[in-house]
């Protein structure tokens, strides 16, 4: 006997599954002809809503919901931008300890008026290891506003042009200032030619001492040079530090 088609009639005359299947799904689409989704979703019996609605719309939703979030985050970043800190001072090998950078950050905070969670005295520059990397890294993002080495690394630092000559910075005049070769770009479109060092001799930087008030309260390495970072943006904080540092000021003027 030839098997019954889909679409034919069994030979006793009722439809098979699939046919009656086929029947109510033809039904169906011509009862919703011309019907919104909405509509359709609250013209269905309740255990074929939730399934319509996934199929219908989770994935705009999920996809608007996505854009929204997006959008929000943009705009509060734009409105409402991150803060770095007021002074980012960069302590250069071991200049000073974890425990000494603490105190120099909790003295000046409380002779500058400057919140103590907006003073950095990071001390993790080792240029034996990635101090140097890491100091060229935020030196180029403006994010460094004082430098504190001993005097090698300093001088080696004077000469890559890392840090501002101080007769040049406003009030230093007065201070014990160390000379030290600087940077020379006269031929910094050749490849081959290393300009560190050979730069005019310029006071670069302040030495630490004994006579020092502050650097000696805290116990601070002997031989040690400070000085201010090349283009920052904090240069009023950077030079009430210095001030406070070498006892010439209060930190508030």
Known sequence: MEPSSPLRPRTDGTLSRQQLDNVSQLASASATAGMSKMQILRSLPPK??????????????????????????LTARLLFPPTGPQLYVAVMDQALDVSQAETLQKRFSERSGIHEDEILVDTYFDTRKDGLSKLQTLLSADDI????APEDTFATLAGYGYLVPLDDAQGASGDPLVSFPGYDDAYDDDPDYSGSGKGAT??????LGADDTVWKDIQGADGVIVGLAQDSKRTVQADRFLDFLTGDAD???
């Open 48 to 73: 074929r809503r939730i399934p319509y609605f996934l199929e219908q719309y989770a994935w705009p939703l999920g996809l608007g919901l996505i854009v929204i979030m997006i959008a929000v985050f």
């Open 145 to 148: 506003d004082v430098i504190l």
């Open 202 to 207: 310029r006071p670069y930087g302040i030495r």
């Open 251 to 253: 930190g508030t003027t």
